[in-house]
């Protein structure tokens, strides 16, 4: 694969796989790490793209490698204060949606991501696929495990973060 | 909050990453994927070219010596080479053992527990790779003196080669064997440690399942 058809291939994958990559860095960081975590998610796809062979779909591959990325990320201490400079000036060009709904939703997802940033690494890993709609044999075959292990892995995590969210829903009203 | 309104949640369109946010952050990493291979090359190259100097400076003293100084007798000259040879074939090692684990650990397709391994392995080279690093500069504190007496018996080196030879070298590989130390001890052994944990991590559940 040369320089242009891995660029094609890459800019593709982002443009139909972008929200992978925001909710593994919203559940893997917080504040302006999210940014650095991001860049590596990016790096590891780039990397990754000549080696997709077709055998599994597009996005089975794509969440394998962001997961095994965000799993194995290290925040880095250095340049703290330059990355958070970057990473409020970037937070304040967004354009912000006004509408008190979204407003609210915005709010309950900041506070669901911080849960599951609670969770230990592969369990955290395990509820997010889950939430992006992964089946338990997709999500055992991504990790190695045995699908009834992932089901009884989530069904103690969705009790625990649904327990979790029905206080913070109480405090939201 | 139950399970379902939580999914609701997750689909909104506010858990979407917005458009003009990842084009700069994709902008931001094109602009550090060139910085990194322009570094990766310079390095490269720079290794390389510092190799290349020195052994071919060797090579002309031995096939053309200089008709004014005392031509090389390998025979009695034999360290200088050594020392030479030790570096490439620490580099010939290195990129051996690399393409053995890039072999081993090429697959994409595998699962992630299976790259947590490959990412362990890779560990445990990089600390193999040290010990080659650390045993090359205890072979070349050992052959200093048999150079420096070689050299001095010839004739090509005086009294102001044993600064260099006894002093300096030994503390710039001081220095290098407690940077190696450092690198070990502060990114090598805690990432060791983390990967062996999240790997303990599966293990754990899978045999709590198992009993359960």
Same mark, same amino acid.
């Given at each position: 694969?040369?320089?242009?058809e891995?660029?094609?291939? *890459?800019?593709?994958?982002? +443009?139909?796989?972008?929200?992978?990559?925001?909710?593994?860095?919203?559940?893997? #960081?917080?504040? +302006?790490?999210?940014?650095?975590?991001?860049?590596?998610?990016?790096?590891?796809?780039?990397?990754?793209?000549?080696? *997709?062979?077709?055998? +599994?779909?597009p996005?089975?591959f794509i969440y394998?490698?962001?997961?095994?990325?965000?799993?194995?990320?290290?925040?880095?201490?250095?340049?703290?204060?330059?990355r958070?400079?970057?990473?409020?000036?970037?937070?304040?060009?967004?354009?912000?949606?006004?509408?008190?709904?979204? #407003?609210?939703?915005?709010?309950?997802?900041?506070?669901?991501?911080?849960?599951?940033r609670?969770?230990?690494?592969?369990?955290?890993?395990?509820?997010?696929?889950?939430?992006?709609?992964?089946s338990? #044999?997709?999500? +055992?075959?991504?990790?190695?495990?045995?699908?009834?292990?992932?089901?009884?892995?989530?069904?103690?995590?969705?009790?625990?973060?649904?327990? #979790?969210?029905?206080?913070?829903s109480?405090?939201?009203? | 909050?139950?399970?379902?309104?939580?999914?609701?949640?997750?689909?909104?369109?506010?858990?979407?990453?917005?458009?003009?946010?990842?084009?700069?952050?994709?902008?931001?990493?094109?602009?550090?994927?060139?910085?990194?291979?322009?570094?990766?090359v310079?390095?490269?190259?720079?290794?390389?070219a510092?190799?290349?100097?020195?052994?071919?400076?060797?090579?002309?003293?031995?096939l053309?010596?200089?008709?004014?100084?005392?031509?090389?007798?390998?025979?009695?000259e034999?360290?200088?080479?050594?020392?030479?040879?030790?570096?490439?074939?620490?580099?010939?090692?290195?990129?051996q053992?690399?393409?053995?684990?890039?072999?081993a650990?090429?697959?994409?397709?595998?699962?992630i527990?299976?790259?947590?391994r490959?990412?362990?392995?890779?560990?445990?080279?990089?600390?193999?790779?040290?010990k080659?690093a650390?045993i090359?500069?205890?072979?070349?504190?050992l052959?200093?003196?048999?150079?420096?007496?070689?050299?001095?018996?010839?004739?090509?080196?005086?009294?102001?080669?044993?600064?260099?030879?006894f002093?300096?070298?030994?503390?710039?590989?001081?220095?290098i064997?407690?940077?190696?130390?450092?690198?070990?001890?502060?990114?090598?052994?805690?990432?060791?440690?983390?990967?062996?944990?999240?790997?303990?991590?599966?293990?754990?559940?899978?045999?709590?399942?198992?009993?359960?």
């Amino acid at each position: 694969m040369n320089n242009h058809e891995q660029h094609l291939r *890459f800019e593709r994958w982002l +443009a139909d796989h972008a929200a992978v990559l925001h909710h593994v860095s919203n559940g893997f #960081a917080e504040g +302006a790490d999210r940014h650095d975590l991001m860049q590596e998610l990016l790096l590891a796809l780039w990397r990754a793209a000549p080696a *997709f062979r077709g055998g +599994a779909l597009p996005s089975t591959f794509i969440y394998r490698v962001a997961h095994n990325t965000a799993l194995t990320w290290k925040r880095a201490q250095r340049n703290y204060r330059n990355r958070l400079e970057r990473f409020e000036q970037l937070d304040a060009e967004l354009e912000r949606d006004g509408d008190a709904r979204a #407003a609210r939703e915005r709010e309950t997802l900041e506070l669901l991501y911080a849960q599951i940033r609670q969770l230990p690494p592969i369990n955290r890993s395990l509820i997010l696929l889950h939430l992006d709609g992964l089946s338990y #044999a997709e999500m +055992a075959e991504l990790h190695g495990l045995s699908e009834t292990n992932v089901g009884a892995r989530l069904t103690r995590l969705k009790q625990k973060i649904s327990a #979790a969210m029905k206080d913070v829903s109480h405090e939201l009203r | 909050m139950n399970f379902d309104d939580i999914r609701q949640t997750w689909r909104s369109a506010q858990n979407q990453a917005p458009a003009a946010h990842l084009e700069k952050e994709k902008m931001k990493f094109f602009t550090d994927l060139r910085r990194r291979r322009r570094g990766a090359v310079i390095f490269m190259i720079w290794i390389l070219a510092v190799l290349t100097t020195l052994t071919v400076s060797l090579g002309r003293f031995v096939l053309s010596p200089d008709p004014a100084k005392p031509p090389m007798n390998l025979a009695n000259e034999w360290a200088v080479i050594v020392l030479l040879a030790l570096p490439w074939i620490c580099l010939g090692i290195f990129y051996q053992k690399y393409r053995r684990h890039c072999a081993a650990h090429a697959d994409y397709n595998r699962s992630i527990s299976g790259s947590l391994r490959g990412l362990l392995d890779e560990n445990r080279l990089a600390r193999d790779r040290q010990k080659w690093a650390a045993i090359l500069s205890g072979v070349m504190l050992l052959l200093i003196p048999v150079i420096v007496y070689q050299l001095r018996a010839a004739g090509k080196a005086g009294d102001e080669v044993l600064v260099p030879a006894f002093v300096m070298l030994p503390l710039l590989m001081g220095a290098i064997y407690l940077g190696m130390a450092w690198h070990r001890r502060w990114v090598l052994a805690p990432r060791q440690r983390e990967l062996e944990g999240l790997l303990a991590a599966y293990n754990e559940d899978d045999e709590a399942s198992a009993t359960r």
